[in-house]
């Protein structure tokens, strides 16, 4: 995008004509933008008041603010400016509302990545051209109501590449390495029912089942075959219930290296950047929401 930008601008000197007062009438009178355009959001056709305020300009003033061929760029710009944004916003919303973030967890999807980054190009370029025709001096953005509101739009859409920019590049590796690589084996101490699933028996991980609250090892027991016992007990179990009775006593479990504690419910925190990732995700999704309402006060406020 930084390579397109010295080749933008002198596109857009050629393009720009004499620009009407856009936000001088409302700068002078605290009016909003409907007090001299039909359209609220302002240009366009205009109303009584805002006829006679552009004839008090002068017959500079009177003329086309913009040549065909700027109008043309401009809406281009704003077409795209717009259809990237639905397809934008409408992508993270369907994400965070429908499949919610934790399907990109393990690595966020290509589809998505494509998407996103063009989706980023496309709207700082269009941004470019449509604040370059409606903004004509850099007071502007900082005494007019619109100017004030397209800053905090600006920084928000700037807020939003950074986040993307520092998930794709720092994010996104360790969440593949971690969908890539097999997730670290629990062998000892306190366990989880999910930890202790791992540890089947088969493929060469070790054979652990609980019994009364404690985890044995069976790796090397001669009746636990691939984590199989009898042709009937699967390593990676609670088998409180169906050892219990079995035709022998429980002295033959607990011969078995007793390694650790079964607990239920038990959690453990995750990685500091799957952390990092849920938080920019609903970051994100709050940006869109406050972006909407910026377009909603720009229209009917």
Known sequence: MKRCLPLLLPLLLLCSAPVLATEEYAGRTGKSCAACHVDPAGGGELTAEGTAFATSLGSEASRPALSPAA????????????LTAILWFGTILYVHLVLKPAYASSGLPRGELRVGIASMAVMGITGI????????????LLHSRFGVLLLV??????????????????IGPRLRRKRTEEAVLVTSGEMSIEELSRCDGAEGRPALFAFNGTIYDATASRLWKQ???????????DLTEVLSQAPHGTEQVERLPAVGRLVPGLTRPAP????????????NLAIV?????ILALWRWW
Request: charged fraction near 10%; avoid cysteine.
């Open 129 to 140: 051209i449509l604040t370059t025709f409606r903004v004509a001096s850099p007071e502007l």
């Open 227 to 237: 984590g199989n016992h009898m042709g009937r007990h699967q390593a990676g179990s």
């Open 289 to 293: 929401f406050l972006i909407v309402l």
């Open 153 to 170: 739009k600006i920084s928000l859409y700037l807020v939003m590449v950074t986040s993307a920019t520092f998930v794709i590049t720092v």
């Open 71 to 82: 109008r043309g760029l401009r809406f281009v710009a704003g077409y795209l400016h717009l």
């Open 272 to 283: 500091l950047h799957e952390r990092v990732f849920f938080f920019m995700a609903y970051m």
